[in-house]
């Protein structure tokens, strides 16, 4: 019998921020980051919501050596889209089926983060918030 690795997400990072252009990004580690030396981040349960714009949300985490946020440094964990006024949870752990690891390839050498980048159609401001919940290891 084979039992599998199942986390308890006892750590939780949350915030909020204005997006005014199609396309930003944000650094949601901030007081957290970076990932630390030698360890990775396995994430559980995340939540987006947009209070009064529809958008897509990123979750993205550095490649091992870098530390920007940028589609060249980063690998693409999640992608959800909310519409204006409504939240979406989002299980990253498939109900313990499968791993979602930051950074993605290997152990972290102290500078990676995780990005959170917002999209829309439109340069109008909008407020979101996430949510999620994290283990390190």
Known sequence: MTVAFIP???LFLSGSGTTATKDDWYDI??????????????IGIVTFGSDDKSLTFELRANNIGSSTGTAGTTTLLNITTVPSGDSKDVDMDFFG??????????????VEKLWLRTRSGTNTAGTFYYIFYFTEY
């Open 8 to 10: 308890k997400f006892e």
């Open 29 to 42: 580690m901030t007081g957290y980051s970076p990932i630390a030396t030698g360890k990775r981040l396995c």
């Open 97 to 110: 089926n499968i791993q979602t690891l930051a950074p993605i390839t290997a152990v972290s050498t102290g």
